[in-house]
Nanobody
Framework: QFQLVESGGGLVQPGGSLRLSCVLS????????MGWFRQAPGKEREGVSC????????MYADSVKGRFTISRDNAKNTVYLQMNSLKLEDTAIYYC??????????????????WGQGTQVTVSS
């Protein structure tokens, strides 16, 4: 059974940092691109970042470029999202997801077939 479990969320002040982790079980992550999405209250879920199966290619939403870094450790079946210089507008539930391809070409959610339950990130002073 596929399972993705996110962790690392919490409450942080503006300008602070958090590192999210997503551990996969039930399948081997190394063949799949992985993505991070987020959903703020009252808003639609949006793509944040994606990393190719090898880790050699990444993409980011414009709103997080230069502040967030996605990485993966295929040996640990884990994908990470390092979030720096956090802003109030980064407050959301963050989800990781496995893409049905080895590469990233956008944040079309229909291309991501397995989702975690999410971890809450709250940026507040």
């Amino acid at each position: 059974q596929f399972q993705l479990v996110e962790s690392g969320g919490g409450l942080v002040q503006p300008g602070g940092s958090l590192r999210l982790s997503c551990v996969l079980s039930g399948f081997t992550m190394e063949y799949y691109a992985m993505g991070w999405f987020r959903q703020a209250p009252g808003k639609e879920r949006e793509g944040v970042s994606c990393i190719s199966s090898s880790g050699g290619s990444t993409m980011y939403a414009d709103s997080v470029k230069g502040r967030f870094t996605i990485s993966r450790d295929n040996a640990k079946n884990t994908v990470y999202l390092q979030m720096n210089s956090l802003k109030l507008e980064d407050t959301a539930i963050y989800y990781c997801a496995a893409r049905g391809f080895s590469y990233c070409s956008g944040f079309e959610m229909s291309h991501f077939g397995s989702w975690g339950q999410g971890t809450q990130v709250t940026v507040s002073s």
